[in-house]
């Protein structure tokens, strides 16, 4: 392909490399996309076993006192001496347990007293309460 300049005869015979270029631009694209989306896995066999479930480290247990010193654990309504039996076995299983208490604001103190007192004597070493973030006026 000849271009002609206007003011002379002189005909400049050079390739256009654009079109080319961007020709070649696209192709690449096109291949990296597809070299991509191709998944190339070593044909490998895996061996067959069956896995033994393994209990978790760490438990959480969330006792609840309400206003008349009523005690729940996990949301069901307990005495002091089931609680402290429970307690006692769920330790026994997972030293790593944590206790979390929700106690009603009016309760007494006495109640949340004995309930301290009782995950000592168990040994828990990781207790834990819950309460609201107060709201600002």
Partial sequence: MAIKIKDSEEVI??????PLVDIMLV??????????????????HLPKEVN??????????????DQKGTLFLNN???????LANKIEVIYANYPNVTVHVTGDENAKYEYLSN???IC??????????IT???TSH
Avoid: C
């Fill in 52 to 65: 033994q479930h393994k209990a978790p480290d760490a438990v959480n247990v969330n006792i609840t006192i």
């Fill in 120 to 129: 000592q004597k168990v040994g828990i070493k990781k207790l834990s309460f």
């Fill in 76 to 82: 069901q309504a307990i005495n002091e001496n089931q």
């Fill in 13 to 18: 015979s050079e390739i256009n490399v654009t």
């Fill in 132 to 134: 609201e973030i107060p």
């Fill in 27 to 44: 192709i690449f694209i096109v291949f990296l996309i597809a070299i991509s989306a191709v998944k190339i896995n070593p044909a490998i």
């Fill in 115 to 117: 309930l301290i007192k």
